[in-house]
């Protein structure tokens, strides 16, 4: 809107050869003389019983994908939109009309249906003339109300700096209500890219900068991608003038070379496909400027095959494996280039077929393959789909008129659920760059059966509050795929999450939260607990100070080398199946009753007593010791160490002890290693009254939430 210019800095046409270098081929249709629809708009309104000359060109775009298409509406708004912007001039000095006219034109192409093309033709009639939104409402209904007020920017005067950032906001959250707010915003920027050439280069460089990080990744993820090449290749011109020369030299020379490699192989591909019965349409597909500047820079000197790709189009879905087959069975395929999107559609609605194959000559020709609907989706995303409102009679509820729409997709939803929370305009615009940087979206399943969707790279700590927002304050692990991980283990497509959550209702996230969370939902929450809790963020995820010491203020002095441990068992408590034998109980797996035991003869007549499960007992049966029956007496209080591994969460420390306190356990000593990963280690020394308590008191530390594992402390072996 406002975009004020013609001397457009968009890629000239090449005009040797068969390349065209933005955009992919189309049926030929003379460019639109904007001067000369400028002047027809000037002549005043035509006669009512038929359509203005001006929008013919509209109006033939319009039937070739609509033929059946009312185009009363479209009649009536050109009239409304000419006499409100009668008088107005763009800076280029053409009548302000051509600039809606051609708007319209560009969705019209795409196949829009004539609700968005009404909304188009009228899209700056509120911003820019004395026309109302109610007036908008009152004559072409409450879809077009709604798109035209989408796309409405909010004044300066009002929001000052902000009313950009702010101005996108609002038309994200109308998108998220109905994608055609989105489609009118594109095809308003790409004319105002296409004539951009008479404003000032600072300005030129500050519109493609936004382009380039907000409305070039929403177009892909969209789906439109006539609207995104052509955009890309605009920025392109202005921000790398001198890189965006170099790559049209290449184009230009590539024109006009005599041999072609991508029509000898479309040849040999029609050919093939002949002989299978298979009907099909082989057109060259050229690349447009960015993507040839991106294959030099990966491939370095370019050859004929590279600056283009096949497209096969078919009827049927079935009829793209029976081409890839074909394909890969009479020409040398290039397997690792095979990518089935078919099976598998991008999370932007993308269909296709990719594989490769190898020319006479050694190049290797890129071949799409896909149906026409699906090529219609590929090229126009959102817009191919009309309008996503427009559910057939039976489908229709009375219940509440609440619009649902089937096309929203889950990263929008996303979008719009943190953006809730963005705090500020600086926040929501610098998030939202760099969530629309994440181009690709994984799908992760749920214990219950249900999904969720991510983009690539993001974690544990993603999914939680992807699955349970502000509530997954109180995550304190996961399992993915079965096994137990780390909040920061990153996910990748197709992995099962399961995340544990804990009871305690204070839970709180842990600063370290913020390195692991790759989306903006996740940062935002985080950041906005850790903002409104100062004094446990000084504290969060770190180890009590007292944690890393005995918690008795007296600890007992340890015992001499030869004198029994306080509460530890005896030799009185353990029987040997040998008269007299001296009896030992082994340091390095510390039994306990009700241990299974078994004994082992060593010199000077003792008998040292061992858990059945230690390591020492190996290598004991491998020294050729006596093993000797061992069993337990009459039940005593033991001492013993035990070691739970839990994740960190506040108030961890205090919920354990606790919980062994009600067990009857006296903690004699305890230590707390330093977190790792968001993994911690306690060890604790407690002595029971009755040993044969302590499965019982293992089984209630395990029920502490955060601890998922505990077991008795093993001595390590020297040099082991």
């Not at 057109?283 to 370095?300: E, T």
């Not at 979008?415 to 940087?437: G, N």
């Not at 790279?457 to 992807?466: K, L, S």
């Amino acid at each position: 809107m406002n975009a004020e210019a013609v001397n457009p800095a968009t890629p000239g046409p090449v005009t040797s050869g068969h390349v065209t270098p933005a955009g992919p081929r189309r049926k030929s249709r003379p460019r639109l003389d904007l001067r000369r629809l400028g002047r027809a708009a000037l002549l005043g309104p035509a006669a009512r019983d038929r359509l203005p000359d001006a929008i013919g060109h509209v109006v033939d775009a319009h039937r070739a994908h609509h033929p059946d298409a009312d185009l009363e509406p479209l009649r009536r708004a050109y009239l409304l939109a000419e006499s409100s912007h009668r008088g107005q001039m763009r800076k280029s000095g053409e009548p302000y009309i051509t600039h809606p006219l051609a708007v319209t034109l560009i969705l019209a192409e795409l196949g829009a249906e004539t609700t968005t093309l009404t909304a188009s033709l009228l899209h700056d009639t509120v911003e820019d003339t004395e026309v109302t939104l109610d007036q908008v409402g009152e004559q072409f209904g409450e879809e077009v109300r709604y798109l035209v007020d989408g796309v409405t920017k909010l004044e300066k005067v009002d929001y000052g700096a902000a009313a950009e950032p702010e101005t996108f906001r609002k038309m994200l959250v109308a998108t998220g209500n109905d994608v055609r707010v989105m489609s009118i915003k594109l095809a308003d920027r790409l004319h105002n890219m296409r004539t951009l050439g008479v404003m000032r280069p600072e300005k030129q460089e500050r519109i493609a900068k936004v382009t380039r990080d907000v409305l070039i990744p929403l177009a892909e993820r969209l789906g439109v991608q006539a609207l995104k090449t052509e955009l890309e290749d605009l920025v392109f011109a202005i921000l790398h003038p001198e890189e965006y020369e170099h790559t049209r030299g290449l184009i230009v020379r590539n024109a006009a070379r005599a041999d072609d490699p991508l029509a000898d192989v479309a040849d040999d591909v029609r050919k093939v496909l002949r002989e299978a019965d298979i009907t099909a349409e082989v057109l060259i597909r050229p690349r447009h400027f960015v993507s040839v500047h991106r294959v030099s820079r990966r491939r370095g000197a370019l050859r004929g095959a590279d600056f283009g790709r096949l497209l096969v189009l078919v009827n049927e879905d079935a009829d793209c494996y029976g081409v890839l087959g074909e394909l890969h069975t009479c020409m040398t395929p290039v397997v690792s280039e095979f990518k089935d999107f078919i099976a598998v559609p991008k999370f932007n609605l993308y269909q296709s077929l990719h594989t490769a194959v190898a020319a006479t000559d050694g190049q290797v020709v890129e071949v799409l393959i896909r149906t026409h609907q699906m090529h219609k989706v590929a090229e126009a995303g959102v817009v191919a789909l009309g309008n996503p409102y427009a559910a057939p009679p039976e489908e229709q509820s009375a219940s509440d008129g609440e619009r649902v729409d089937p096309t929203r997709p889950g990263w929008l939803s996303r979008l719009l659920d943190w953006q809730r929370a963005a705090p500020d305009p600086d926040t929501f615009w610098s998030t939202l760059r760099e969530d629309l940087a994440q181009d690709r979206e994984i799908t992760v399943f749920r214990p219950d059966g249900g999904t969720l969707g991510l983009p690539e790279g993001a974690t544990c700590v993603d999914a939680a509050y992807a699955q349970y927002g502000e509530d997954a304050h109180a995550c304190i692990g996961a399992r993915v795929n079965g096994r137990l991980a780390t909040l920061s283990t990153v996910l990748k497509d197709g992995d099962t999450v399961q995340l544990l959550m804990g009871q305690d209702a204070a839970s709180e996230p842990s600063r370290e939260w913020l390195e692991h969370a790759h989306t903006p939902a996740a940062r935002i929450a985080i950041q906005r607990w850790l903002t409104a809790h100062p004094a446990q963020d000084e504290a969060s995820g770190a180890v009590p100070e007292e944690a890393v010491r005995p918690l008795t203020d007296d600890p007992a002095p340890s015992p001499a080398p030869d004198a029994p441990a306080p509460g530890r068992p005896t030799a009185a408590q353990v029987l040997a199946d040998r008269a007299g034998a001296t009896v030992r109980l082994a340091g390095c797996c510390t039994p306990v009753p009700p241990d299974e035991v078994t004994g082992f003869a060593v010199r000077g007549g003792a008998v040292t007593v061992h858990r059945v499960e230690c390591a020492g007992v190996a290598r004991m049966k491998s020294a050729g010791r006596a093993e000797v029956g061992v069993r337990w007496g009459e039940g005593a209080e033991c001492r013993v160490t035990l070691v739970a591994e839990s994740f960190v969460r506040p108030h961890l420390l205090a919920d354990l002890t606790e919980a062994m306190a009600l067990e009857g356990a006296e903690i004699v000593s305890a230590t707390v290693e330093p977190p790792d990963r968001q993994q911690v280690r306690h060890t604790y020394t407690v002595q029971l009254p009755d040993a044969a308590h302590l499965p019982v008191l293992m089984r209630a530390m395990r029920n502490v939430a955060g601890v998922y594992d505990v077991s008795r402390a093993q001595r390590q072996a020297p040099g082991a």
